[in-house]
């Protein structure tokens, strides 16, 4: 991790141990992330790790991102992302923090969820949501259904 991040983390514990999996999951913090676990699978024969931290460098990245993109359509609006989990994807010792968030995004394999709050007219709510779903599938983003709330 600190060769792959180049800075320092501080190990915490070995956590869930599963019988016959590849792996070693472990926790480990960052100074930059205080209170937060960040998870690292280390492969049990050539000692490579995944780990999620990499979530964590591309959070703002990403909201940034959805703001500009939330902006075109909804012109005054504010963009809300949950913070990354422990939990969240896992990526491979290639995937190191010099990567775009346009590679990251098409590398990571999972849901993400965020929020847009507007004052726009809600009769027009259909259609712009339209326009953001599109907006998305220029940039490959979607492979679900986007929807409102």
Known sequence: MERKYDEKFEFVNIGTELIGASYI?????SEKLPGEFITVHMDRKDKSCSDNYIMYLMHEKF??????????IYEECQVFTPVPTRNGALMPEHITKG????????????????????????????EDLEKLRMA????ELISGVASDM
């Open 136 to 139: 998305l599938e220029k940039f």
């Open 99 to 126: 990567i775009s968030l346009d590679d990251y995004l098409k590398t990571v394999n999972r849901i993400m969820h965020y929020f847009i709050y507007t004052n726009k007219d809600v009769l027009t709510k259909d």
């Open 63 to 72: 909201l940034e991102f959805m703001q500009s993109l939330a902006e075109e």
């Open 25 to 29: 999951e472990m926790h480990v913090t």
